[in-house]
């Protein structure tokens, strides 16, 4: 299977934000940017497998600015990462008020999507070709992070799960609730 650079899969998507999109004052929903997301992750990570995709995991949303109804939302997506069947795509997302010409990074997140064979089995994506020191840097970030998920599900599976619900209790000690039974 030929390696791919990460230029060969990168993605832009642009969409101008219309009234539906948005709540009664002008802001966009959450959903909508997450469906956008989804989708120029899906277009790149299809790009650099050659394969149909699945979403399998999402991290590092945060919604750091308003997006308002006129703006042009821009999603950049490149892959960060490959492992065996799974991808790491980067995104990062910026919003153009045409009129003035002012932008602003709104959020940077990573979806993880894995590669299918037409049978629906897991297929393996090619290898990335590192282009110069931000590739490199990226995969790194990026291993890391699926390396974080993976002991923070081990510890959810473990630790927490065997925990008395009294232990529980007391480590939330001084939360803002209240016992109702
Ligand atoms: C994702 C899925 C294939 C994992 O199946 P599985 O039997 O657990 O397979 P594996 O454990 O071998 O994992 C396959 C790959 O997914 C990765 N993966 C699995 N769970 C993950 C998670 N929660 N987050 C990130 N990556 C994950 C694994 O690291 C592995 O990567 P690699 O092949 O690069 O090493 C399976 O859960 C699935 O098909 N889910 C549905 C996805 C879907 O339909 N999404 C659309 C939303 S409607």
């Not at 219309?18 to 997450?34: E, T, Y």
């Not at 989708?39 to 949303?61: E, F, L, N």
């Not at 799974?86 to 602003?104: A, C, N, W």
């Not at 990026?142 to 480590?171: G, H, W, Y």
Request: charged letters at 25%; glycine letters at 8%.
């Amino acid at each position: 299977m030929e390696a791919r650079t990460v230029d060969f899969s990168r993605t832009t998507i642009t969409e101008l934000m219309i009234p539906s999109f948005a709540n009664f004052s002008g802001k966009v929903h959450g959903g909508i940017l997450l469906g956008m997301m989804d989708k120029v992750a899906y277009v790149c990570a299809a790009k650099h497998s050659g394969a149909y995709c699945v979403t399998v995991s999402v991290d590092g949303v945060e919604f750091k600015e308003p997006v308002e109804v006129g703006e042009l939302v821009s999603l950049s997506a490149s892959v960060n990462y490959v492992g065996n069947s799974s991808m790491i795509i980067g995104i990062r997302v910026e919003s153009l008020k045409p009129k003035t010409g002012q932008k602003k990074h709104t959020n940077s997140c990573y979806f993880t999507m894995v590669a299918k064979n037409e049978d629906g089995t897991l297929m393996q994506v090619p290898k990335l070709i590192f282009q110069n020191n931000e590739d490199i840097r990226r995969f790194w970030d990026a291993k890391n992070l699926k390396k974080m998920r993976n002991d923070i599900t081990v510890m959810l599976n473990t630790e927490v799960k065997d925990m008395s619900f009294d232990a529980m209790l007391q480590s939330i000690e001084g939360d803002r609730f209240e016992l109702g039974f």
